[in-house]
């Protein structure tokens, strides 16, 4: 599966944010995810302009299904879970909320599956939630190997192998290197989803910037990946 990560590349714009699921829709991809963040990212006068309104996510689900794509959120705000849920076909747990607490709240509200960033979490941290989780709630969450930075030599591709093993179950890639061909390397190791976050041009720095692949090269790399 290719996940395409609009993340906050909307830039707060309802019509920019329109503009990508329209032309991600024409691509090869498999699915569209968006990022909400907590409420108090937003309070910063420097990310205030990047929360959008709830119905664009709702909204922009719909068109996503259309065309038989599907819908997740990259989701910080566990409130907004009721208020979503019906249109979502998957969550994604950023690596900053990778811990028990916030893991097993999230699992109690959904029962959709949950896509869960490693980060730069500690091999201790991973192990001791997977020990705390049920075998049940097990079922509904895969990891996905991310590393924080974006310079080739640390993206550590041996980790999918690692973590499958660790977790007994497949295992994403999640691309944070400014060389996205880091992604077809990563097939290597059978990832069962590739996410890749996109942006619309290198005219202006977007919140997910070096690691995001501009629009106009998107649709090869799908055809690449496929």
Do not use: W
């Not at 599966?1 to 909307?10: C, D, P, T």
């Not at 996510?57 to 009721?82: H, N, P, R, T």
């Not at 591709?157 to 093993?165: A, G, I, P, Q, R």
């Not at 989803?193 to 501009?214: G, L, M, T």
């Amino acid at each position: 599966m290719i996940v395409a990560e609009i993340g906050l590349n909307h830039m707060g714009d309802h019509k920019i944010a329109k503009d990508y699921v329209n032309f991600l829709i024409d691509t090869e991809v498999d699915a569209i995810t968006f990022q909400i963040r907590e409420q108090s990212f937003y309070l910063k006068s420097t990310r205030n302009h990047l929360n959008l309104n709830k119905k664009v996510y709702l909204e922009m689900s719909k068109i996503a299904a259309k065309f038989e794509k599907k819908f997740g959120l990259a989701l910080s705000d566990i409130s907004l879970v009721g208020e979503l849920d019906q249109s979502v076909d998957f969550y994604k747990i950023l690596s900053k909320d990778f811990n028990h607490n916030f893991i097993d709240n999230f699992l109690r509200q959904t029962n959709k599956p949950l896509y869960i960033s490693t980060g730069l979490n500690s091999i201790e941290s991973i192990t001791s939630v997977l020990k705390k989780l049920t075998d049940k709630d097990k079922s509904r969450i895969s990891l996905i190997h991310t590393q924080l930075v974006n310079d080739v030599e640390s993206v550590n591709l041996k980790s999918l192998k690692f973590l499958k093993n660790l977790s007994c179950k497949s295992v994403s890639f999640g691309n944070h290197c400014e060389d996205y061909r880091v992604c077809f390397m990563s097939l290597c190791y059978n990832p069962s989803a590739v996410f890749v976050y996109v942006k619309r041009d290198n005219q202006i720095e977007y919140p997910d910037d070096k690691h995001a692949i501009v629009l106009e090269d998107f649709g090869d790399f799908c055809k690449d990946i496929k």
